[in-house]
């Protein structure tokens, strides 16, 4: 089945990239200045404690030998010791992933809801006031900086009106999914969620909402003048058949294309949006193990992300099966 | 390297596209503005004024409240005072925390942002268009290696990256004489440009992988062409064909994608500024970061540089479209509905 080989295919192909991740996180710690040995030494230590620490971290051993080891100990789901925060990297890692999936969760959500009717309307009503509104609006999306938005939405909703929380996330959906069964009001818990949520989400999710209504837009475009709806036109489809069952399908592919590339923007776009939101998740982390030079947790945490930017790569790829099958795997 | 058709096309379409005159416009205003800079700035961008901190651009006033203990009828009682600090011409769009011009600082920013964005690109473009060409005119193993190490490029997201670059090497800053001010021709003005040079480096170094991915897919389909066939047969060297044939033919694709990418590029500084990652103060992201503070009673010191990035961003972004369009002259006439 083509399908199954080309899986098995793409899971080899993800296993190298992960490997390539992981290869180059391990080299990062011997571009840095100084030695590791640093963090943990006192600094009026003995050249015989050096030695010492260098042979319990394991420093003292070639390269590829402390690169087996690595490679071992992840295997194990053991990233190392933080000795900053005087904890295990893995826990200190995946404990932050959740708020910074329920993020982009959200402003994934955020920008497909929006983008796509907005792409679609934009097209069919070519140069009438509602495509020049959505050109205008996805032009400023792509060329606004998420965190400045961030901060202006603080600046307006949060700090001027109050609607919303300018920080932190006092409630996570975790709350609101357990509020239907515990004693908690759903509503209440759920506008509380909203209250944390809305602005950061709006804020990572402009630029994506932007460049999706861009690639709609043109792609139906494109679409709307070939010759099958033409066809499904002329043998009386319902115009709204013709254009989100057959051009919007059509449409749709290249657009996964693009968000599955852009996916690290958007993971980059967490990083920052998370530090104007304090968001307690992976970005926080991120900046600050480098501040502190924390650098077990930054390889933890870039490994993460790269792992599960090659995992999602792969679910786009397996989305193109359900958009279109004509996609050969080969 | 362009074609006439490509130039006339880019021609017709500037002349339709009210878009693109605009995108010119603020594409000039900023360039203009980050070249004079000493002679359109009014003030000194890095002269503190402590007496005369946070004062709000023209048209606004901002009120402070001070509480301090007077002697009333005899008795110390706490007082609450109101003054209210005005706006003077002197300082258009106000002042920043420290009492500096906020016109002469966004004008000075358009330096940082325009330089690491220029000199990013053509670093990001170098390193890219050379892995991409290789990878595409010699395929085989050249092309799997060098592909997979951008797969594992693209893996990690550019700020994450840069971040951690930059967290590793330090923010190297690469002090360049003003040419204007050594002249003479602009007396009082800092004497010296803060060029953040591990900025740059970063940048280039996380975006090459943009430019391999286009030069690759260029290089796939222009060493199938008669030309380069005939190049070889004649036994012309490898080298002598990417530089020769196969680039000045994939030029236009990646010119397109270098227009985009300055835009990218001027984000990613500004992000990385404002995160503190920067290697010079006099940069609008930073500015974002330090308004930050002051939010709820002196909104101008974020507000205000945020607006010059989106102005250079949708200047730079709508000339990208222009050239995306005059290359691809097919487009607007189909979906005609």
Redesign the interface.
Known sequence: MALGRFLVRRIL?GL??VW??IT?VFL?RF???GSPIDAVAPLDATQETRAAIAAELGLDQPLHVQYGQYLFDLLRGDMGFSYIKGQDVAGLVFLKVPATVELAVAATVVAIVLSIPLGVIS??R?NEPVDYGATLFS??G????N??LG??M??VLA?QFGIFHTSGRGVDFGDVVLSTVNSDPFFGTLVGWLRFITLPAIALGTYFTALITRLTR?G??????QSYVVAARAKGLPESLVRYKHALRNTLVPVVTVLG?QL??????A??TE?VFSWPGL?TL??QS??V?DWPT?QG??IV???S??IVNIVVDLLYASLDPRVVYD | MVSPRVLRNLKREFRQSALAKTGLVLVLLVLGVAVFAPFVAPHDPTEQNLDNRRQPPLGFSRTTESTSSQMVNGSIEMVTETTYVNASATHPLGTDPLGRDMLSRVIYGARTSLLVGILGTLLAALLGVGVGLTAGYRRGYTDDGLMRFADVSLAFPSLVLAIALIGLWGRAAVPIPDPWVVMGLAPGMPKTFTLPGTVIVVVGLVNWVWFARVARGEALSIREEEYVKAARAIGASDWRIILRHVLPNAATPILVLGTIQIAAIILLESALSFLGFSGTTLSWGFDISQGRDYLASSWWISTVPGLAIVIAVVGINLLGDLLRDALDPGFEGEGGV
Do not use: E, H, K, Y
């Open positions: 192909q190298l990239v390539g991740v180059v990062l571009v840095t200045p097209a069919t070519r032009l400023g792509i060329s606004t900086p965190f400045w901060i202006m603080i600046l700090v043109s139906m475009l494109d679409q709307l003048g590339l690290g923007s958007l993971i980059g776009g990083v920052i530090a970005g991120v900046i480098i501040n030079r930054l945490c870039l992300i790269g792992v930017f090659v």
